[in-house]
Each structure stands twice: as structure tokens, then as C-alpha cells.
């Protein structure tokens, strides 16, 4: 390969590791190392996975004739920190202690970031991260749960959400900032977001608090009924959370994940797998048409038939056998009256490995990241 200026790009998902190349800003290595269950649930933690997601990395850049030493900059899809704007910043060991601290969330993305800043320590090279998934621009209206002890947060794929968005306001000849939108995320979790002229101002906790459940994830859950199951003396704390995240959702019924092993099941003409499967998609109709009453002028109010709110499906790559099924219904087709009078887009894109390209590693390609520039050191 030649000597341009190479952008690693790392973006651990909870089903996979994705891992891109750029070369002067051309995507020239992508791969999707997928991880089975069986695999993965070998971790106590997501802590023990450091090694395993390191070499998943290595052997990528192994089979492509690269090498750390070539790497210019690296851009990982960030990790669970304290809330910030949507923004580009500069991996700090104050972002790494967040992330270890587990005060944000466990995820497979907290272990891809310490990894990213261990390499970037090692080889001398920016660390950067765009848009992470504790993204916080949420309207005050968003923020109430109905009970002053517990505040909604913001926890979802912000970096795949924005990137799409941007993607679809290009296809209207707009800026992001221009337009209302709402995206949905279908993936090994699933976030439906309100995105009002560049800000996403309403979406679902998808990492372990509410919305649609998901392949691995229960999603909102009757209140009473999970104080009950909490108290049953059944479970512990860690395992009513990993029944929350990990074990939750398609898992949980069908004891799978793999969407496209549920369809083979739909096919077989088992009738509890088509039956779990459309629940699923019932809730993700739901949530986007709840997220259509977010993007109004002033913040937080009704805006379906204000011009220009559009809903968009967005799969990423472990997810996009969603995007395929003839069960599911096209974005912003009337059903249960959801998102009623918006018109509809379908996207599929690497949104993670371009995304982060883009919105990180290109600000680093083009000597825009040092402190006080436009990068930011959380």
C-alpha cells in the first residue's frame, strides 16, 4: 500500500469490532470482525475483553500488510463519559477514568477507547473521538422521568445518529442544522433520536434505560413490575442489570441475538420467533412516533407536520439484517398512526467507520487537533 497520511479507525460494538483504514481520506481497509455469543459471554467482564479486542485489531491490520508503526492518528468511537455536547475531543486519561469508573455505563466501547489511548501512548499518535455515546443536548423537557430521584440521561449511538442525519440533510440539499429529523439506530442496541437543527434534543437511554428492546437489550420495562423482580430475592444487582443489557430482548425470548438466525426461524414457521420479532419492530414504531412530538420550534413539542421532520432508519453493519425483512415496515408509514404525514428515508451506510473518519480522524489529517484548537480535551 502507499505511504498517504492512515487514520486507524476503531469502533467496538457490542456483537462486534469494526476497524477501518483511511488513506488521505480514503476508506481502504473496513472490516467487521463479528463475535458470537457463545464467544463473548466466555468475559466475566467487558474489562477481560481488552486483550481479546486488542488482537482482533492486529490481526486486521496483520492481514492488510499494515502495522501500528505506519498509523498516523486513531479515531475510536469513544466511551461512556460524563455528559458533553456533541463535539470532537481529544482521548484524556480524565475520559479513561470515566470509563473505567462504570458511573456512565459498561459497554464494549469503554475497553475499545482504553485500548485506542494505550496504542496512542505507545506509538506517539492522537487519540480522537467524535460525537460519543453520552452525548447530551436533551431539551429540559426530556430530562423528566416523573419522579425528581431519577433525571433521564442521554446514552445512545450519538456518533452513527449524527452521521446519518448529516447524510440525509446532504440528500435534501440542507445543512443539519436546518432540519428536523428523527433517526433510528438498529443495531445490537436501539436508539430512536429527535434531532432539531443539529441538535438531538430527545432519544431513549439505549444503553440500559428505556425504548424499544433490542437483539440484547430489555429496553422500558413496567416500573412495578421490575421493583417487584429487583426485590423478589431471585437476582442480584448484577444480574438484574445484565438482564437490562446483554441478556435482555430477542436473547432473553429466543436465546439468540443473531437476527438472522430468528428469520430462519420465522421461515421454519416458528410462530413465537415471528411473534417476538414483530414485538420488537411494534416498539421501535412506537418510540419513533413518541420522538416525532420533539421537533418543533421552541424545543419540545409537537412537529410531525412541521416541513422538513423526516424519519430515517439507520442499520449499522451487525444490525443490517433489520433492513432487509420483508416484516419490517418502511420508516414513516402509518401504522398505530406514528409518525403520521412525514415523509421517510432508508439508510444504510458504515456510519461508525466513516463517521468517525470525518467528524475525528479528518480534523487530525488536517493538523486540526492539537489543544486549543478545534478538537476539545474533555
Given amino acids: 500500500m502507499d505511504h498517504g497520511k492512515k487514520i486507524l479507525i476503531i469502533n467496538p460494538g457490542s456483537t462486534s469490532t469494526k476497524i477501518g483504514v483511511f488513506f488521505d481520506g480514503e476508506l481502504r481497509v473496513n472490516v467487521s470482525v463479528k463475535h458470537d455469543d457463545a464467544e463473548l459471554r466466555k468475559f466475566p467482564t467487558i474489562w477481560d475483553q481488552y486483550d481479546f479486542r486488542r488482537e ?122 436546518e432540519v428536523n ?94 411473534e417476538v420479532f414483530e414485538a420488537m419492530i411494534y416498539q421501535v414504531e412506537g418510540d419513533r412516533g413518541l420522538r416525532g412530538g420533539a421537533g418543533g420550534e421552541g424545543g419540545c413539542h409537537r412537529a410531525d407536520r412541521e416541513p422538513g421532520l423526516l424519519p430515517a432508519a439507520f442499520g449499522e453493519p451487525e444490525g443490517e439484517d433489520f433492513l432487509h425483512r420483508p416484516r419490517v415496515p418502511e420508516p414513516g408509514r402509518e401504522r398505530d398512526g406514528s409518525a403520521g404525514g412525514c415523509g421517510a428515508a432508508l439508510l444504510q451506510q458504515r456510519g461508525g467507520i466513516v463517521g468517525l473518519r470525518r467528524r475525528g480522524g479528518g480534523r487530525c489529517r488536517k493538523g486540526r487537533n492539537q489543544p486549543g484548537m478545534t478538537a476539545k480535551t474533555a
Avoid at 502495522?67 to 455536547?85: Q, Y
Avoid at 423482580?229 to 438484574?240: A, K, M, P, T
Wanted: hydrophobic share 40%; charged share 20%.
Fill in 56 to 177: 482482533a485489531i492486529f490481526q486486521v491490520l496483520q492481514k492488510n500488510q499494515l502495522s501500528m508503526g505506519e498509523m498516523d492518528a486513531i479515531a475510536c468511537r469513544g466511551g461512556n463519559v460524563k455528559p458533553l455536547p456533541g463535539g470532537i475531543y481529544r482521548v484524556c486519561a480524565r475520559m479513561i477514568a470515566d470509563m473505567k469508573s462504570g458511573a456512565y455505563g459498561g459497554h464494549p466501547i469503554n475497553v475499545g477507547g482504553l485500548v485506542a489511548y494505550d496504542l496512542g501512548n505507545q506509538f506517539n499518535i492522537p487519540v480522537l473521538t467524535a460525537d460519543p455515546p453520552m452525548t447530551d443536548e436533551l431539551c429540559p423537557s426530556a430530562r423528566y422521568s416523573g419522579i425528581p430521584q431519577i433525571t433521564r440521561c442521554s446514552s445512545f449511538h450519538a456518533l452513527n445518529q449524527k452521521a446519518t442525519a448529516r447524510k440525509i440533510a446532504a440528500a435534501l440539499g440542507k445543512k443539519y442544522h
Fill in 181 to 274: 429529523l428523527i433517526v433510528t439506530h438498529l443495531g445490537g442496541g436501539i436508539s430512536v433520536g429527535a434531532h432539531r437543527r443539529g441538535k438531538i434534543i430527545d432519544v431513549n437511554n439505549a444503553l440500559d434505560g428505556d425504548g424499544p428492546f433490542s437483539p440484547e437489550r430489555a429496553g422500558s420495562l413496567p416500573a412495578g413490575d421490575l421493583v417487584k423482580l429487583c426485590f423478589s430475592g431471585d437476582f442480584s444487582q448484577s444480574e438484574v442489570l445484565k438482564l437490562l443489557t446483554g441478556n435482555g430482548g430477542l436473547f432473553a425470548y429466543l436465546g439468540t441475538t443473531n437476527v438472522l438466525e430468528v428469520e430462519k426461524r420465522i421461515e421454519a414457521d416458528d410462530q413465537k420467533a415471528a
